[in-house]
């Protein structure tokens, strides 16, 4: 599948917190969560180098629709729920068009 749409968020969590952050979003692979999705092509969680606090989310979706409507289902709404309470700050969100890349792992 090709990823014709893409999300990236950076997260900031609250002093100490990156563990459990991390820990957290990694859920949303599990069976019946958005990452686990048959229109989720890239998932990747990633720390900063220089603060363990810091996480990078990137995802890639076959479409913005497609991304949307799975991120309105009870599973995406009860990781987003419980993220929101181990940041120490708003997400920094931005959409982009995947052009070209690799993903594997």
């Given at each position: 599948?090709?990823?014709?749409?893409?999300?990236?968020?950076?997260?900031?969590?609250?002093?100490?917190?990156?563990?459990?952050?991390?820990?957290?979003?990694?859920?949303?692979?599990?069976?019946?969560?958005?990452?686990?999705?048959?229109?989720?092509?890239?998932?990747?969680?990633?720390?900063?180098a220089s603060d363990?606090?810091?996480?990078?989310?990137?995802?890639?979706?076959?479409?913005?629709?497609?991304?949307?409507?799975?991120?309105?289902?009870?599973?995406?709404?009860?990781?987003?729920?419980?993220?929101?309470?181990?940041?120490?700050?708003?997400?920094?969100?931005?959409?982009?068009?995947?052009?070209?890349?690799?993903?594997?792992?």
């Amino acid at each position: 599948m090709i990823a014709n749409y893409g999300f990236n968020a950076t997260l900031t969590a609250a002093p100490g917190m990156g563990d459990r952050l991390v820990d957290l979003l990694s859920t949303g692979l599990d069976e019946g969560s958005p990452g686990a999705s048959e229109h989720c092509v890239v998932y990747l969680v990633s720390r900063s180098a220089s603060d363990p606090d810091v996480v990078h989310v990137t995802e890639g979706w076959t479409s913005e629709e497609d991304h949307h409507r799975t991120f309105a289902g009870e599973a995406a709404q009860a990781i987003v729920a419980r993220i929101g309470g181990l940041l120490a700050k708003e997400p920094e969100n931005t959409d982009y068009v995947p052009v070209c890349g690799k993903a594997a792992f």
